[in-house]
């Protein structure tokens, strides 16, 4: 089969990288016709390792990437994606997206958490930014439990879009976890000030009173928030 007599020559120690392209361009579609997409995958990655053309060599990358991801080759996908993303100097929309979904199926937090802050920054809808910036702070405070970083990442999101129910509601909690008692009543006194409906303010008061009782012994203030 010609399949296999180009799988030979992709074989052979001594082939050199312009025979070795030649065949793994002739084998590449021939591999798809057929069906066999793990010899496939070998040779895209070849292909992109291989190929001059920055434009081909971005589509096999790509290639690579989406069929590594249907097979369940995460690593492979994985880097199919970031050697697309340095090529393109970090700019690649595809391959920021193809990471995120990834890098949390591996749980790879730490980059992660560097891409989403890259795709943060792109150009992209306010909603889908903020979406981006919510889910390094969700993972910070629950995947790395890191308290004092999540913390300062729901502020950047309060800085940069505004306060909302939903980032108070997750710094008071990181700030119940920290112990850090001053900036919780803080909060929930700024929460209150800016509550909708009488039964979230009422509800933050509540909060502020016990607070102020059980962690701040102001009992006179105590008094005044119930």
Do not use: C
């Not at 979904?101 to 909603?127: F, M, N, Q, T």
């Not at 999101?157 to 112990?179: I, N, P």
Request: negative net charge; hydrophobic residues 45%.
């Amino acid at each position: 089969k010609a399949i296999d007599l180009l799988l030979r020559v992709l074989a052979l120690a001594g082939v050199s990288k312009a025979s070795a392209l030649a065949a793994a361009r002739r084998a590449e579609p021939l591999l798809e016709a057929a069906g066999r997409s793990w010899e496939r995958l070998d040779v895209l990655e070849r292909i992109a390792e291989l190929e001059p053309d920055a434009s081909a060599r971005f589509a096999a990358r790509t290639a690579t990437a989406l069929l590594a991801t249907e097979l369940g080759e995460n690593a492979r996908a994985i880097a199919a994606w970031e050697g697309r993303l340095v090529e393109a100097g970090g700019s690649s929309a595809d391959a920021l997206d193809g990471l995120v979904v990834l890098l949390e199926r591996e749980k790879r937090w730490p980059r992660l958490i560097e891409i989403l802050d890259r795709r943060a920054g792109a150009e992209r809808s306010l909603a889908d930014r903020r979406a981006d910036r919510v889910h390094i702070a969700r993972i910070q405070g629950s995947e790395l439990d890191a308290v004092p970083e999540a913390i300062d990442a729901w502020r950047a999101v309060d800085l940069e879009f505004g306060e909302s129910d939903e980032s108070m509601d997750a710094l008071a909690s990181l700030l119940e976890r920290g112990k850090r008692w001053s900036e919780l009543g803080l909060l929930f006194e700024r929460g209150a000030a800016r509550a909708t409906t009488p039964e979230r303010q009422a509800e933050l008061l509540r909060h502020l009173g016990d607070l102020q009782r059980q962690r701040l012994t102001a009992f006179d203030l105590a008094v005044s928030s119930y």
